[in-house]
């Protein structure tokens, strides 16, 4: 899951029009249709230990797809993908391609990264309700993603709603970790869930500020491409007490100093200045300006200066690239033989790793410096910025949420939607979640959602789906 938009954000600025919280909770205490069906499945889901190396993930799969099978579906629309110890799931809900648009797919990942129950203060394996928070490993990455979806489609079955175009969910089982099954899903598999576009329900979503009130709604639509390089400094060492001044290790760090001056060239598309645009009014006024002016002209020094003076903004006018692991020499009294460091880099669409290692080359200067590619690293557009997709998430998010900023937005990466969007499928990732930063705790203890949140989500995709996939 991609961190959210954050930090920055401060004061509600927003118009009156939103209403606190409190009502639209009380608004939602009516019984909502099949509340209980995701209430059930994601209190089910939470307690299977779906981590990396307990084989859990094909357990949670098969139990949804029963509940599917219960819900009406047909057995050849029901696909379970197995890869390793984990596994995929797909259902096709069959429209009756009346619209003659190609499908929709919806996606989230079943898999959830390790917690230690030693370490929280509830067992992390068990959906707990205290202090109006669902807290348990998944209650927002991404059970909830899984949840919410499910049960949108198993409502729409319910209520006899024939969508006009087909709607496919798609859910992976090792987003955390390996995504292979996303490649898989997106590879070979891609008849099964080939698209018009994607939805993705992990990341983006509702931001509060610290007094509750709803700040803005951000829709992940590209993201920075994960790439991680190993630059080694080589030397043939020697004894301690006979220094020479070639080392490996003063070799690497002038290298290293080389690349925390670097200043990469600036980057924008269409998503990144509609983005600062729609900010701009959220953050301090200097911030703001700041967003405004790179908005009209991305050349412009000092807007640049400011922003890139804040990372969780900086991200979005260029790569960049950090040292972040060392290694070198093998005994306190000899010359270094090798020294190593990590270099991750969040690479803007549109340039490809390869460019991004020519660059590294150059600023760090030293042609005797070795460099790796780790693992395969892969590159994908940004998505554009469909109308029909932002109108429907407007709708729905207005309908409780009236005048909220829906926000475009590109992530630092990486997610199961860079597997769909470099597979040719554009996507889009938003939760139903609404929550304040300072409760954001996805991978960390005590992860945990407003319970609030829940009913919201369902009525958020039921709109969606109705409006996308009706008539
Ligand atoms: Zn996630």
Redesign the pocket.
Known sequence: ?NKRVSALIVAATLSTALLPLQVLASQANAPLPFFATAHTILKDSIAMRTVEGYGQVPRLAEYLADKFRQGGFDEQDIHLLPQGETTALIVRFRGDGRSGKKPILLSA?MDVVEANPDDWQRNPYELTEEDGFYFGRGTS??KF?VATLSTTLLRLKAEGFVPSRDIILALSGD??TAMATTMLMAGKYKHLIDAEFALVA??GGGLLDEAGQPISFTVDSAEKTYATYQVTARNPGGHSSLPRTDNAIYDLVQALANLRDHDFAVRYNDLTLAYFRHTAPLVDKAIGDAMLTFADNPQDPQALAVLRAHPEFGGSTGTTCVATMLKGGHAENALPQSASATINCRIFPGISVEDTLAELRQVTNNAALEWQVLDAPKASDASPMREDVFTAIANAVHAKYPGLPIIPHMASGA?DALHFRAAGIPSYTFTGIFIKSSDEF?HGLNERVPVETLPFALGMWHSILTELAGD
């Open positions: 899951m990942h990455d991404n993603g987003e955390e992990d990341g997610s996805a």
